[in-house]
C-alpha cells in the first residue's frame, strides 16, 4: 500500500511525473506496495513515484464521480472530497444554458468538475482558482475542453478587475462560485484526510456575504454549498435547492435573479445515478410557512410508512410531500408520514416505503423481548426523533451467540409520537 504524498500534485504536473502517471496500469491497493518499489529501482525519485501512485489511486476512487474522465484528471484529497459529482454539475450547466448565458465565470473553480459540465455543453468558461497548485491541476483537467480558460487570482480580485461589485456582470454572464469551506491552516488529528470543515459562513473563500452583495447588482448567480447550511442564512431572494444522488444529500445551491426559477423559493431535487428522470418538489412558500398537516399520532402509525428523501427534510418540505400524496404526519416534529397505500413512481422516488407490520411501546427490554420471541437474528434500526445509537442497540437486543439455521432478517422504527415512544416492525416496499 503506498502513503499519500506529501504534495500530491508538484511532482506529476511536470512532463517526466505527467508521463510517469498516465504509463500506470490501473489501480490496484494490493500491487501498490510492489509497483512503488520497482519504479524507484527504475530510477523514478521517490517523491514522484509516491505522487504518481497517489493520483492513479485518487483516479480510482474518483470514478463514482466523474466516470471516464477521471483517468484523465488530476485530484487532491480534499478537493476530490468538495468535488460536484459530474451528474450534478451537468444539471448546474444547463441551468445557465437555459437561462440564455453564453459564458459562465466559475469564481473558486477547485479541480474543475464544475467548468468541466459547462465547457461540454458549449459554453465559454473562464474558471479563476485561488490555490496555485488547484489552478494548474484545473488547467490539465480542462485541457480538452478549449472553451475553457483558468486564470490563477481570488474571486474578489476577478471581482474588482471587472467592476463586478459595481456595475455587475456584463451581458450573458453568469457567475458559479463554490466557496472553500475548509479550514487549510486548522490543526488535524491523526485520522483527518484533509482540512477541517468551516461551519461559519463569513469564514468561507468566498464569505457569504461577497455573495450576496455579488448577487445584489442583479447578475445571475449560482452558489453551491453545505446542504447543512441553517435556513435563518438563506437570503431572502433567491430560490434554494437541495439536491441528493440516490439518497446522499450532496448540496444546496442559492440561486439568485435571472438563475432562479419565477416563484420557486425551495426545492428538493433527486437524481438518480441510474440516469433515470430528475425528481423534484418545489414550494413557492418561504422555510416553516409551508404546508399544515395535523399529526395523527400512534392511531397513525399504520399502512405504509414513508421515510422522506435527505432533500426533501433539509427543505423543509416533509409536510408539502405529505399533503400531496394524501398521508398524513405522525407529528410535526418528525419527518415520517403514513398513508393508506404504496405510491407508485415517480413520487414513489421522493421517499422510501415501510409496509407497517405491527406498533409496540418501545424500551430496550420491550424491543429485545420482541427479537427473541421472533427468532430475528437480523436486524436493521432505523430511528428519527429519539436518543438511539443503532449500533449499540443492535448489540444490545440480538442474541449473543449466533445460532444454526437461516437467518431472519427484520427491521424496525423507533419514533417519538407526542411524549410516546415506540417501534414499529416495517418492511420495506
Known sequence: ?????ADPLSPVLTPEGWELLNSLPPYD???AFGLNLRLREAGHPPDRVAAALTQSRLRAAARKKFGEFAGQMLFTHEGLQQSTRLPVAARHAQRFRTAGLDRVIDLGCGLGGDAMAAASLGLAVTAVEADERIAAAATMNLHPFPEAAVQHGTAEDFAVTFDLLGTGAPPGWGLWLDPARRDPHAAQDSASTGPSRLWDPESFSPPLSFV????????PMGVKLGPGLPHELIPADCEAEWVSVDGDLVE??????????????RAATLLPSDGATPVELISETDFGSGAQLEPEGRAGLSGVLHEPDPAVIRSGL????ADSLDAHLLDEHIAYFCADEPVGDPAYRLSRQFRVLQVRPYNVKSLKAWVADSGVTSLEIKKRGVDVVPEQLRQQVLPKKRTKGPRHRATVVITRLGEERVFAVVEPL
Open 1 to 5: 500500500m503506498s502513503s499519500p504524498a
Open 252 to 265: 444546496v445551491v442559492l440561486w439568485f435573479n435571472a438563475l432562479a426559477r419565477p416563484g420557486v423559493r
Open 29 to 31: 491497493e494490493e500491487a
Open 318 to 321: 416533509v409536510a408539502e410531500l
Open 212 to 219: 450576496t452583495a455579488l448577487a445584489s447588482t442583479g447578475t
